[in-house]
């Protein structure tokens, strides 16, 4: 049974940083790739970062990068996404997800079948 236990979110003023984590069971993050997923109110889901069985990572999200690093402790069984320079539009529930695949897929909207149950990220001032 896969279980994902997501912590770090909360409210932030623009221009701070919150480090989300996710730890995970039932699967390990050293045979298969991991990501993150964002759903804002009234806004599809998108997918924002992943990184795969060996460490490589992907962005998804053009606006977050240079700011969001995602990251990961084998050993731990966890994934981070260090968010920095955090902006209002980063405003959304965020979500861990895996396909149970080694590879990260090509689309951020591919990362879609199995999910945390969420960390709230707000960014107000």
């Not at 003023?13 to 045979?31: A, E, I, N, Y």
């Not at 806004?43 to 990961?72: A, H, L, N």
């Not at 968010?83 to 396909?99: G, R």
Request: proline share 4%.
């Amino acid at each position: 049974q896969l279980q994902f236990v997501e912590s770090g979110g909360g409210l932030v003023q623009p221009g701070g940083s919150l480090r989300l984590s996710c730890t995970v069971s039932g699967f390990s993050l050293g045979l298969y790739a991991i990501g993150w997923v964002r759903q804002a109110p009234g806004k599809e889901r998108e997918g924002v970062s992943c990184i795969r069985d060996s460490g490589v990572s992907t962005i998804y999200v053009d606006s977050v990068r240079g700011r969001f690093t995602i990251s990961k402790d084998n050993a731990k069984n966890t994934v981070y996404l260090q968010m920095d320079s955090l902006k209002p539009e980063d405003t959304a529930t965020y979500f861990c997800v895996t396909n149970l695949h080694p590879n990260c897929p090509r689309e951020g909207r591919n990362l879609n079948e199995y999910w945390g149950q969420g960390t709230q990220v707000t960014v107000s001032s």
